[in-house]
């Protein structure tokens, strides 16, 4: 508590000094100063954790020392004092920004509780400040691994859409990310002070989900013993997620349409209309055009869901991205075992990018983790990995045996990644070099220097 400052701003002595002797005693340091400007000045070059400020000073009295200070240092709790106390006074103080109001003379106790209520709140607020900024951090663009072309359109859209109000629909293969990308929306979003409130809509029971979504009054059905807010209520103000809303039931659909489009709902076995304020993602890993036309989804809900639309690639048509993601979830897995980050060596990573991944980023995360547990060593070797494959799969890209340099090996691996990324383009050059992020005139220079000119080679009109 030795680092806790507080400054006392009175301009009675004998009050600084009663202040003073309680509060160091606590084992605060404590600063005296006689006006609000003197407050002001010292708040401006050393700070305090907390602030008592008299109502009536000479030079600045408190209460326009407060209105500096609630802008200036708005983190800050002040703690106002007067020996007239008076219902419109106290109720200025508080208007103005005060964390609390103490009429004189106070006794101990209640300065101790007051500065212990005041210290906590400081602290429970840092704390969500730290939380806010972690998960913002967590869940920016930024930390969405990808370098490929696909996926620096999917970091656009969500830069676009962030500074929108717009629904958004997100499609996408089970396990490419579609949860994170509505978080990197939300958190940098308008919405990112309200909640994030995630619901898979293939999950909740036919009999709960209009309580699941609207909430109930107590009594309303058997079980129903007390009121519940849904999780239209607990999302205001901020972004509710409907995960795989393909899978909604479509007797609920319209329900759902009504409330999107108005705003407003009744909690079941309810009569007060209640308004509310989210921001509405959703997500599916089906083809909902293909269930628009089998009459399982319903074309009104699917245009008001559709305003925006993201698509999220699978992992095999971003294989680039592939080494990222897997040096992210090493370091990853690595620091939470408690362990030395451990690297992966080539002929690992050659099977990793080679791999299909039907489970997508979800998959090789998986893959990872238990790839860095069961390794035992720091180097993370093929036998490691649990992909079923054959022993003739875990071959190099290359024939390393002895009798060739270091120097011919790296070449001969630089060419079989080229030729391999050239038929993965349909052998168009500019594709190519984009995706080996190299330049076009590179590009040609070791095609040539490795005889892979061909006919095959001309880029598509």
């Not at 160091?24 to 008592?52: C, P, R, W």
Request: charged fraction near 25%; glycine fraction near 6%.
């Amino acid at each position: 508590m030795a680092n806790k400052k507080i400054l006392i701003a009175d301009d009675e002595n004998n009050v600084r000094r009663l202040l003073k002797e309680i509060l160091t005693a606590e084992g605060y340091q404590v600063t005296l100063v006689e006006n609000g400007k003197l407050a002001i000045d010292h708040m401006a070059t050393s700070g305090a954790d907390l602030v008592f400020m008299d109502i009536r000073m000479p030079v600045m009295d408190g209460l326009a020392a407060i209105k500096i200070l609630s802008k200036k240092h708005p983190t800050v709790p002040v703690i106002m004092m007067t020996a007239f106390a008076g219902v419109d006074t106290a109720v200025e103080a508080m208007k103005l920004g005060a964390y609390n109001y103490i009429s004189k003379p106070f006794n101990n106790s209640e300065i101790r509780l007051s500065v212990n209520k005041a210290m906590e709140i400081k602290a429970l607020n840092k704390e969500v400040q730290l939380l806010r900024k972690e998960v913002k951090e967590r869940f920016s663009i930024n930390n969405i691994i990808g370098k490929s072309e696909k996926m620096q359109t999917v970091f656009k859209m969500i830069g676009k859409i962030s500074q929108t109000n717009a629904t958004v629909l997100i499609q996408g293969e089970t396990g490419t990310g579609k949860e994170l990308v509505a978080k990197a929306i939300h958190y940098n979003s308008q919405y990112n002070t309200g909640k994030f409130v995630g619901v898979n809509c293939a999950s909740i029971p036919e009999g709960l989900i209009e309580s699941e979504f609207f909430g109930h009054e107590r009594g309303a059905f058997s079980g129903a013993v007390a009121n519940k807010i849904g999780k239209f209520e607990y999302a205001d103000n901020g972004t509710l997620f409907l995960d795989e809303i393909g899978e909604m039931r479509p007797y609920f659909q319209a329900k759902l349409l009504k409330v999107i489009q108005d705003k407003q709902f009744q909690r079941v076995g309810g009569l007060e209309t209640i308004t509310t304020n989210v921001r509405i993602i959703a997500a599916t890993n089906r083809n909902l055009e293909e269930l628009l036309e089998r009459g399982g989804f319903r074309e009104d809900l699917y245009y008001r869901l559709n305003v925006i639309q993201i698509t999220i690639p699978p992992l095999r048509e971003r294989r680039e991205d592939i080494p990222l993601l897997v040096d992210y979830f090493l370091n990853k897995f690595s620091k939470g075992e408690g362990l030395p980050p451990k690297c992966i060596a080539p002929k690992a990573m050659a099977i990793l990018c080679d791999d299909n991944w039907t489970g997508n980023v979800r998959e090789l995360e998986n893959q990872i983790e238990r790839a860095v547990v069961m390794a035992r060593g720091p180097l993370i070797m093929p036998e490691d990995l649990s992909l079923n494959r054959s022993p003739s799969d875990f071959q190099p890209l290359v024939d390393t045996g002895r009798g060739r340099s270091l120097k011919e090996t790296l070449q001969a691996v630089e060419k079989q990644i080229i030729a391999r990324t050239l038929k993965e383009n349909q052998w168009n050059r500019i594709k190519t070099a984009r995706a080996l992020q190299m330049s076009r005139k590179a590009l040609f220079y070791k095609i040539n220097a490795y005889d892979l000119a061909s006919t095959e080679l001309e880029d598509p009109v």
